[in-house]
């Protein structure tokens, strides 16, 4: 197999920690009472996917072990997943946790609340696949190349013992960080292990359809208000747009209705890089970054404190949506013009 997470030494921490070495679950599970499991905020397909798929399979195979899925409020698109009702969104005050699960999750405060399991916990496993992840787990797992954190939860796991619930959840997990198998991040490993998953049953045609493909008429009408209203910039390479908070309270939707827009713009001929914001609160903007193939955008998110994969990063900044852009663009005209230059 190309990934056993040997790759990702050189991006961790470094010390004589066991991390990279792929995790022995039974092991990590003896004399394990309470588990706890949570992915990043505002979570994604892969942050759900991965949690819920590592609950159903615990479950099921460590009925005496008492788990438990920690996330932030769930979009309306991945209710479907089952155990997406069992998903506890308020931190106990007071934890007690054998085992903390991190997942999908570049960094500690990426976690949110749910950062507290991180304190006080016995001990914390971080799986992920971020490349701006440096390690923050007792244990980590950390592969910049894989797929998606749901693709190194199936590697963990005994393939005949994952039920169909979990086999679910972490097919959906797969589907979104690849975009449906089409990011340059989808290996044959990732078409592996989804055909694994795909022989426990599952409908993955219905999976697809309903949590990356099906959009409320709303979702339909800011996606191409943020379209209409995109612009090109240098020389067609670059191509931006941005949603005002007051445009999303016109429109009834929320932050989880605007993914997808930066997918689609990157998508676009010429493009390079696709910038793409929204504002959480005023003055304060989340930025998204997609690149086609020449500019490492996790580079430019690290820089204002955010992270990500070299395709695929994000970060949060504040000032005026202009102020933001030109904070951007110089540098990834600089890492265009190298590019150019090479
Ligand atoms: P997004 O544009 O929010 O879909 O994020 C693209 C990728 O970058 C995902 O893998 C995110 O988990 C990651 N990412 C987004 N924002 C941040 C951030 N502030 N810090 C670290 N990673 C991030
Ligand atoms: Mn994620
Ligand atoms: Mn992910």
């Known amino acids: 197999m ?9 991006l961790t921490r470094g010390e004589a920690k066991e991390e990279n070495a792929m995790i022995d679950l039974a092991k990590e599970l003896k004399d394990v009472q309470s588990v706890a499991i949570a992915g990043h905020i505002r979570p994604d397909g892969d942050a759900i996917g991965s ?8 479950k099921k195979n460590y009925p005496e072990v008492e788990a438990a899925v920690y996330l932030e409020n769930i979009p309306r698109a991945y209710h479907m997943i089952s155990g997406v009702d069992e998903v506890r969104h308020e931190i106990p005050r ?10 999908d999750c570049a960094d500690e405060h990426r976690l949110g609340a749910a950062g507290e399991f991180r304190k006080k916990a016995k001990k914390t496993v971080c799986i992920d696949h971020h490349i701006s992840n440096s ?28 039920p169909l619930e979990a086999a679910e959840a972490l097919y959906m997990g797969i589907v979104h960080d690849t975009g449906v198998f089409r990011h340059s991040c989808t290996s044959p490993d990732t078409m592996e292990m989804a055909a694994r998953l795909m022989r426990r049953g599952i409908d993955g045609s219905k999976i697809i359809n309903a949590t990356y493909y099906d959009k409320s008429y709303q979702q339909r009408l800011i996606h191409g208000k943020a379209l209409l209203e995109s612009s090109l910039l240098k020389d067609g390479r670059v191509i931006f747009s941005y949603v005002q908070r007051e445009t999303m309270d016109f429109f009834g939707v929320d932050t989880s209705d605007l993914d ?10 010429g493009v390079e890089v696709a910038i793409f914001f929204y504002e959480t609160e005023p003055g304060v903007y989340k930025v998204s970054m997609r690149s ?12 204002f404190g955010g992270g990500g994969h070299v395709r695929a990063a994000g970060c949060t900044m504040k000032g005026t949506a202009c102020d933001v852009l030109n904070l951007l663009l110089p ?7 190298e590019k150019d230059r090479d």
């Open 2 to 10: 190309k990934n056993d997470g040997s790759a990702a030494h050189g």
């Open 331 to 337: 540098q990834i005209e600089q890492q265009l013009e």
């Open 260 to 269: 997808g827009i930066v997918e689609t713009l990157v998508g676009t001929y």
């Open 51 to 58: 949690s819920l798929g590592l609950y159903h399979y615990l």
């Open 94 to 103: 007071e934890i007690d946790c054998d085992l903390f699960f991190c997942l």
């Open 135 to 162: 390690g923050f787990g007792d244990v980590d797992y950390i592969v910049p190349d894989a797929s998606s954190t749901s693709e190194l939860v199936v590697r963990i796991l005994d393939e005949e013992k994952i």
């Open 292 to 303: 086609k193939s020449l500019v490492d955008v996790s580079r430019v998110a690290q820089s």
